[in-house]
């Protein structure tokens, strides 16, 4: 009996080893040329290669550069879930807010709408509605804003305050972004929206069914509508959840298109909606006291 305990420990143990792998075999990768395979990661090396086991108990060793994403809400084992987490980089703004960010075309943008109340040196955005040029951010139900981040009109989203209103700029201002961020011009918005392109279908519930525009930068567009104020203060609401995104580039509506007067009213923000149709970014004449909402790009 005696001689049997270790075969009988052994077997016990294997039992035990078998259960726990099931348990850890339940990430899913999924690679570029479309293949998506049931793995457990072993090992990985962010910007280098991934090790994985799949369930027969092959390994496999893929370079990052194929790898497109592991699946989400999956459960990774212990000793591999940090090196994981390590694919998504981020970006934490003043107020611990952290956002997700990929490079897209050669340019770092953020994938999640901004959130922040304060700008990157501390100052507090003023909240509220109002027809006016000072800087606002729009604070609608709380629970939309992790979903979908804040609505900022266009003083509060560049940093201008009245005095500036009519004077045009051109180039990069950090606006409401973090430090070493800026606002998206109109032209690099141009050039992200094609590869964004690609993955866009016609959505009856935008919201639902299209959480993100997949490229092969992942970028992320969430619906969050534009506070729209056709009559000023009349909507203390989202509007167009679902429908619409809008984000604001710091780009004023050049001279040669309107005069001094409608360049203070007017900036341009990148219109999206779930259609496949366009091949380039539609970016539209918005008015500044619109609050809608912003991503950032990194400096270079």
Same mark, same amino acid.
């Given at each position: ?31 570029k040329n479309g293949s998506v395979i049931k793995c457990n990661v072993l090992e990985m090396e962010i910007d280098k290669q991934i ?32 090196? $994981?987490?390590? !694919? %998504?980089?981020?970006?934490? #703004?003043?107020?611990?807010? /952290? ?5 897209? *075309? ?78 998206p011009t109109a032209n690099e918005f141009r050039e992200a929206f094609p590869i964004l392109a690609k993955k866009v279908q016609k959505?009856?519930?935008? $919201?639902?069914? !299209? %959480?993100?525009?997949?490229? #092969?930068?992942?970028?992320? /567009? ?5 506070? *729209? ?72």
């Amino acid at each position: 009996m005696k001689k049997l305990l270790p075969v009988l420990m052994l077997l016990v143990f294997t039992a035990m080893s078998v259960v726990m792998y099931a348990q850890t075999v339940i990430n899913i990768l999924y690679l570029k040329n479309g293949s998506v395979i049931k793995c457990n990661v072993l090992e990985m090396e962010i910007d280098k290669q991934i090790k994985i086991e799949t369930a027969d108990g092959s390994v496999f060793v893929y370079p990052m550069s194929d790898v497109l994403k592991i699946g989400k809400n999956m459960t990774l084992q212990s000793n591999a879930s940090q090196s $994981a987490r390590s !694919v %998504e980089k981020t970006i934490t #703004d003043i107020d611990g807010n /952290v956002y997700r960010i990929r490079e897209i *075309n050669g340019l770092t943008w953020m994938i999640d709408n901004l959130k922040t109340k304060h700008y990157a040196d501390g100052t507090k955005i003023s909240s509220g509605i109002t027809t006016s040029f000072t800087p606002y951010l729009y604070y609608p139900n709380d629970e939309y804003i992790d979903k979908y981040g804040l609505l900022y009109n266009w003083a509060a989203a560049v940093r201008l305050d009245n005095s500036e209103q009519i004077k045009y700029f051109n180039g990069h201002r950090q606006g409401v972004c973090p430090e070493g961020w800026h606002m998206p011009t109109a032209n690099e918005f141009r050039e992200a929206f094609p590869i964004l392109a690609k993955k866009v279908q016609k959505k009856k519930e935008w $919201a639902e069914q !299209v %959480e993100e525009i997949r490229s #092969d930068s992942m970028f992320s /567009v969430k619906s969050a509508g534009g506070f *729209n104020l056709p009559y000023p203060g009349s909507k203390n609401k989202y509007n167009k959840i679902g429908e619409v995104s809008l984000f604001w580039t710091c780009t004023q509506l050049p001279h040669e298109i309107g005069s001094m007067i409608r360049e203070r009213f007017y900036a341009e923000a990148f219109y999206c909606i779930p259609l496949d149709m366009y091949t380039s970014a539609p970016l539209l004449p918005t008015h500044k006291y619109t609050a809608i909402s912003v991503r950032c790009i990194k400096d270079y």
